[in-house]
């Protein structure tokens, strides 16, 4: 089963630009690639998936190196309203019946 | 359209009682999940149905842990003697569907609120 590690936490301020790294260096070659965004007391909420190369869509990017080990959402001009714990999920749950989570990198932007 | 549902929302009982959480996925979703989260850490992966089925049950914390699905829609979670390591929140997720080989964007998980377990 693919595990992924993050950091821990990360910082940043208002308006930045935010990059979290995931890696994931047994990544199987169907698994695709998901992020989730979970703030206090909520279930956690689908950002952005991909398989490879970049992907784009209104609230972030994700991009994803040729040799898939890691991936990085990036997220533009960040608000105090993105502070929460961001997960990255690598897996198939179809064919090994599994889904393994990372703990997670909790986010704390700053005014 | 109306999201996914869990019920109770909080539930405090007392070691050794059994408890049921209900789960109401979105209405056409095919595969739902069941997560555990303690206070402040990851999500940890219970048990997933495709349509009424379980394909693995090993996620299960302990025997005393059971699931089942039934129409292919409502899903209880039910914990028997619970002991006070069980109290977290409690997940459901449900996708649009299974089967996909590697995942796709059907294969989105949509949460439900949860529901926080209290053992006395």
């Known amino acids: 089963l693919a595990k992924t590690t993050q950091p821990i936490s990360m910082d940043s301020y208002e308006g930045q630009e935010v990059n979290i790294t995931c890696s994931h260096n047994?990544?199987?070659?169907?698994?695709?690639i998901t992020w989730y965004q979970q703030f206090p007391s909520q279930g956690p909420r689908f950002i952005i998936q991909?398989?490879?190369?970049?992907v784009t869509n209104e609230v972030a990017s994700l991009f994803i190196p040729a040799d898939r080990k890691s991936s990085t959402l990036s997220l533009p001009r960040v608000s105090l309203s993105d502070t929460a714990v961001y997960y990255c999920?690598?897996?198939?749950?179809?064919?090994?019946?599994?889904?393994?989570w990372g703990a997670g990198t909790k986010l704390i932007i700053k005014p | 359209g109306a999201g996914v549902s869990q019920s109770p929302s909080n539930k405090v009982t007392e070691k050794g009682k059994d408890v049921e959480l209900r789960c109401d996925p979105i209405?056409?979703?095919?595969?739902l999940y069941w997560y555990r989260q303690s206070l402040g850490q990851g999500l940890e992966f219970l048990i997933y149905?495709?349509?009424?089925?379980?394909?693995?049950k090993s996620g299960l914390p302990s025997d005393r842990f059971s699931a089942e699905r039934t129409g292919g829609s409502v899903s209880t979670l039910t914990i028997q003697r619970t002991q006070q390591e069980d109290s977290a929140v409690y997940l459901c997720?449900?996708?649009?569907?299974?089967?996909?080989?590697?995942?796709?964007?059907?294969?989105?998980?949509?949460f439900g609120p949860g529901t926080r377990l209290t053992v006395l």
């Open positions: 999920l690598v897996g198939d749950v179809y064919s090994n019946y599994q889904l393994i």
């Open positions: 209405s056409g979703h095919t595969a």
């Open positions: 991909g398989y490879k190369t970049k």
């Open positions: 997720a449900s996708s649009l569907s299974w089967g996909a080989s590697g995942g796709s964007s059907t294969d989105t998980q949509y």
């Open positions: 047994n990544i199987a070659t169907n698994d695709y």
């Open positions: 149905f495709q349509g009424n089925s379980a394909p693995d």
